[in-house]
């Protein structure tokens, strides 16, 4: 029987849901009978190829982020918001309060210890977006795992669920946003 | 024959469950007394009730015991008991033979979308508030089952004032429900806080010569300072405390009875 394919991504976000998943310790070796993984920092495989589950942690700060989730979108059945900053943009969207370029200036020219102070602009480097965004408002999202991080046991509670074959229902004693 | 009348004639019925009532109390207090928890934001047992939050959203059956075919709601396209009304628990009152719906999936639906479009109009995030744990918003959002905003991120920039030396506010979690307006108004008897501006444009402005908190009466020791279901107002110094899961929602349910006295009475203790 084939595996279910799971593909993760972190985007505006801290990898600190990354490392919640791996909290799950010794289930993950159960879990590993039933899924494998494809596009993931756990893999390092760079592009993400027709997926059953998307797992995107963090929201979008900048050009790149928006591309990788369409890629995601286009390739995942199930695309899961995972965290606080995938769902309401999270600590990286507090910069919202702030104009791009004086947060640009603050880091880069006028912030204490800077040296040689100047914005960077290499063509390789991904534009900002003006404000930070959760992933809704970009691509359609089928469902959300709050928490910052979300718990071992959300990851488990939503991937048990889909795996055997049922609509997610987080139970409520699970649900926290912090 | 007499006495079994005379308590029916007493009693209003939430989701089947028959509540005595005293003359004078509403549907939320008669709730409340009966440990029968109805969602709400902007109510609190002693003040004036407000009725701005509409999480206390209920349905009573035949508060119009015969509606004719001209009642428009017949004529639009959902379906629609006609015969039921929408109220809000903490301000109408309790009367006899009130048949309630309180604790149903449609009204709970109603109220998540009332609690999303909260949390997307101001800047709720969780993560770096040390309401966090405390706060009725947050706990009344995982009581409805709350995973996501849903509406598009509004991220307004909202005005800090942290010129007070022990009390903070962050208006970037003002919900307007006024509890601090009434509570500095009606127990503190100082009027520091009211609402200004309609709409989206409404926000919660302090009375003193400069606008700035730190001009005006307000001490620690005010009701108006505690009773903050966010985290709008904040006593500083003391954000830690408690640490994040031993907090009052990490150990109690909502709709514990004698919770909101609990909290009361515990603001009370430690400012003495």
């Known amino acids: 029987m084939n595996k279910i394919r799971i593909a993760t991504t972190s985007l505006a976000g801290c990898f600190g849901c990354h490392m919640s998943f791996l909290d799950m310790d010794e289930r993950l070796v159960e879990l590993l009978e039933h899924v494998e993984f494809d596009r993931s920092p756990l893999t390092d495989i760079k592009h993400c190829g027709p997926c059953d589950i998307g797992l995107i942690e963090g929201g979008l700060c900048n050009a790149d982020n928006l591309h990788v989730l369409r890629e995601f979108r286009a390739n995942c059945r199930i695309l899961i918001a995972v965290g606080a900053c995938a769902i309401n943009g999270g600590v990286p969207a507090m910069r919202n309060h702030f104009d791009l370029r004086s947060c640009l200036e603050e880091s880069f020219l006028n912030g204490i210890g800077v040296e040689n102070p100047q914005i960077p602009d290499d063509v390789e480097l991904p534009l900002l977006l003006d404000k930070v965004r959760p992933i809704h408002e970009a691509v359609r999202i089928d469902y959300y795992l709050p928490g910052c991080p979300p718990s071992a046991d959300e990851f488990l509670s939503v991937l048990g669920d889909l795996l055997a074959g049922r609509i997610p229902a987080l139970p409520k004693k699970l649900i926290h946003y912090d | ?272």
């Open chain 2, 1 to 272: 024959m007499e006495a079994k009348a005379e308590t029916a004639a007493n009693t209003i019925n939430i989701d089947g469950q028959e509540i005595p009532f005293e003359h004078g109390q509403t549907i939320m207090d008669a709730a409340f007394a009966a440990g029968v928890y109805i969602p709400h934001l902007c109510h609190r047992p002693g003040l004036t009730p407000h009725g701005s939050c509409k999480l206390c959203t209920v349905d009573i059956r035949n508060r119009i015991s015969a509606s004719s075919t001209s009642d428009r709601r017949r004529q639009t396209k959902f379906t629609v008991d006609a015969d039921s009304r929408s109220v809000s628990a903490c301000t109408t009152p309790a009367a006899a033979g009130q048949q309630i719906s309180s604790n149903t999936p449609a009204l709970n639906e109603v109220r998540k979308t009332i609690t999303q479009m909260l949390f997307i109009e101001g800047n709720h995030l969780c993560p770096s508030c040390e309401k966090s744990g405390d706060c009725t918003l947050q706990a009344v959002a995982y009581h409805l089952g709350m995973l996501d905003g849903h509406f598009p991120q509004f991220f307004p920039r909202r005005e800090v004032d942290a010129s007070h030396p022990t009390v903070m506010l962050d208006r970037d979690r003002c919900i307007l429900c006024e509890l601090c307006v009434r509570a500095s108004r009606e127990v503190d008897g100082k009027n520091v806080f009211a609402i200004a501006g309609r709409g989206t444009a409404a926000h919660l402005i302090v009375n003193s010569p400069s606008g700035k908190l730190a001009d005006s009466d307000l001490e620690t020791g005010d009701m108006a300072v505690h009773i903050c279901p966010v985290g709008a107002i904040l006593i500083k110094e003391q954000g830690y405390e408690v640490p994040i899961g031993r907090r009052t929602f990490d150990l109690h349910h909502l709709g514990e009875a004698g919770l909101e006295k609990v909290v009361l009475a515990k603001t009370v203790y430690r400012d003495e």
